[in-house]
């Protein structure tokens, strides 16, 4: 649910700094789309560790299983899931096709980018404008069972939070902008700019308002003004500075934007057609979560009592952030670079070219994000304390949420790569039947989880559970549903064999990973009540690091006895570069 992290390379940042490099006449290579793959997922990592720094420090400042921490979060999500519903599928799908095909033209596409720059800027203002009026409303209408106390703060938060939307999406286009032309790395690490003035403002918070605790409660009846401005303004400003860092890469381009307006007759017509299937797509998959997923987790929060231990959206949100690290790092970085060669294949009809990349991406993402579940699984409960601000019985909670979630992890990055082969080819209707397929599903999982709720047979310390437990079966229906529109697509079979051998291999290797791993963290004491890694963050944290770096090793010793191909298309990219060094 965040937004997409991508990271940079200084190779690509060498080349043609004042020249535009057409996109489309230019595909990348394997070995040049794995080496930017590499970097930008090393970019991604850091700024994936920095933002669990940032999630660790609000675990630490607020405790997870507060109705503070889900008011906050609530209302900070808020203008993420708004700018995602009705404006990141265009810049995250759309865009990139278009201004490649735009940079064949003799200016390099410098006036159809300025023109869309400007159009762009403008309806993000007046989205942004309106969205913020409604503060109140969009509050009202996304949760269910709180205090006015409650609702009025989440409402402040949001006022502060909002403004979000226009930087989202500004950074957006302007990353969009850099990965058409082959500058994927800016996209990847502005991120972690971000991240670091968040943790920054949350260290202030500590220092100047102290942490939750009884020396210091901090509680939706005694909260602040301007505990709110330090908590809410330092998230903001960092998605402002986020936004700016780009700026300097985009003028290296040398592309001399400008305001310009007017916008006929620049090809904006087939983009408009595209991206209205794409904003309905995203309002149909993201409309559910924000108004049937997100009610149902506020009545968790909203049924707790000061002191009360119970999942609510404040520990979904973060769980759910665990869960898609592996997609994060590996997936995105992969997919970015996949995105443009198969809309470069499908600018010329090359159904080959674009099965091909599609099977790539499916077993080279495979290697990190199946181990990644392994590890999610085993890991979950030291996860957990790290994530909760090392308070044992938030962190079994936080854990327990995890595992849930943790299963479905190799599904998602599925159904991500697999949507991109829709869009590469400029057909955004496809994904908006699919998405309605699973919107269905998702709008009765809410439902049910609010029926069983209110008849008694789900208390609400489960209600999060049985939303976590519907997100994995999500995540698995959109690949059996995905999967045979695929094949009609690519005219038949796109390598599903060797793509489900790869996987079976890696499953069998993670298996192996998972037992060994399991065994070391029980001689730790981390399944009993009081052991070693429930004591406090630092011995969370070692048990996460040793326990994983060993089923790391196991895993990777298992993927070679059986001979897993893509384990080399995975790791040459970054031996190779540290070679040289």
């Known amino acids: 649910m965040s937004t997409e992290e991508r990271a940079f390379s200084s190779a690509g940042e060498n080349t043609a700094e004042t020249t535009v490099v057409p996109a489309a006449e230019n595909p990348p290579t394997p070995s040049t789309g794995a080496r930017s793959s590499a970097i930008m997922a090393a970019g991604t990592l850091v700024s994936r560790v920095l933002g669990f720094l940032k999630v660790i420090a609000l675990g630490y400042a607020l405790s997870a299983t507060s109705a503070l921490y889900d008011t906050f979060s609530a209302a900070n999500n808020l203008p993420n899931l708004v700018y995602v519903m009705l404006a990141a599928g265009v810049f995250n799908a759309v865009l990139v096709p278009q201004i490649i095909r735009a940079s064949r033209q003799p200016d390099g596409g410098a006036d159809f980018t300025s023109r869309l720059v400007t159009l762009i800027v403008l309806l993000l203002a007046a989205l942004t404008v ?52 082959g500058r994927f790395g800016w996209y990847m690490w502005a991120p972690a700019v971000n991240n670091v003035v968040a943790i920054a403002g949350l260290v202030v918070f500590v220092l100047v308002m102290g942490r939750n605790g009884v020396a210091t409660p901090h509680t939706v009846a005694t909260w602040t003004p301007a505990q709110t401005a330090i908590l809410a303004g330092s998230s903001t400003l960092g998605v402002v500075c986020q936004t700016l860092l780009l700026i300097r890469p985009l003028h290296r381009l040398g592309l001399g934007l400008r ?92 159904v080959v070219a674009v099965r091909a990349a599609l099977s790539r991406g499916l077993r080279t993402t495979a290697v990190a994000t199946v181990f990644g579940a392994a590890a999610l699984l085993v890991l979950a409960g030291p996860l957990g304390m790290l994530f ?51 919107a269905v599903f998702g709008i009765a999982a809410a439902v049910g989880i609010q029926v069983a709720y209110h008849a008694g047979v789900l208390p609400a310390s489960r209600l999060i559970f049985a939303l976590a437990l519907s997100y994995t079966v999500q995540n698995i229906l959109a690949v059996i549903i995905t999967h045979p529109l695929i094949k009609r697509r690519l005219e038949g079979d796109y390598d599903g064999a060797r793509i489900l051998d790869a996987h079976l291999k890696m499953s069998i290797g993670a298996l192996v990973s998972a037992l060994v791993g399991g065994a070391l963290l029980h001689l730790a004491g981390g399944f009993a009540v009081g052991g070693f890694p429930w004591h406090n963050l630092l011995t969370a944290a070692v048990t996460i690091a040793v326990t994983g770096l060993v089923m790391l090793a196991v895993y990777l010793v298992m993927l070679r006895v059986l001979r897993v191909r893509e384990l080399g298309s995975f790791l040459d990219p970054v031996l190779g570069r540290l070679r040289r060094r």
């Open 130 to 181: 309106l969205v913020t009026l409604g503060a109140g409303l969009l509050m009202h209408l996304t949760t269910q069972g709180w205090s006015s106390d409650q609702l009025n703060l989440g409402i402040s938060f949001a006022l502060w939070c909002l403004p979000q939307i226009f930087f989202y999406g500004l950074y957006a286009t302007l990353g969009q902008i850099l990965n058409a032309h």
């Open 259 to 350: 305001p310009r307006f007017g916008w006929r007759g620049i090809g904006l017509r087939a983009t408009g057609r595209v991206a209205g299937w794409t904003i309905l797509t995203m309002i149909v998959s993201n409309g559910v979560f924000l108004f049937a997923t997100y009610p149902t987790a506020s009545i968790a929060s909203g049924a707790k009592r000061v002191g009360d231990n119970i999942a609510g959206q404040g520990v979904l949100d973060t769980a759910s952030m665990i869960y898609t690290l592996p997609h994060a790092i590996v997936a995105l970085s992969i997919a970015t670079v996949l995105f443009n060669r198969m809309s470069a294949a499908a600018a010329t009809e090359d």
């Open 388 to 438: 909760a601000g090392g308070r044992p019985s938030d962190g079994a909670i936080m854990g327990q949420t995890v595992v849930l979630l943790a299963v479905g992890a190799p599904f998602f990055s599925i159904a991500y790569l697999m949507g991109r082969v829709f869009y590469a080819e400029e057909d955004a209707r496809t994904p908006f039947f699919i998405q309605c397929g699973l």
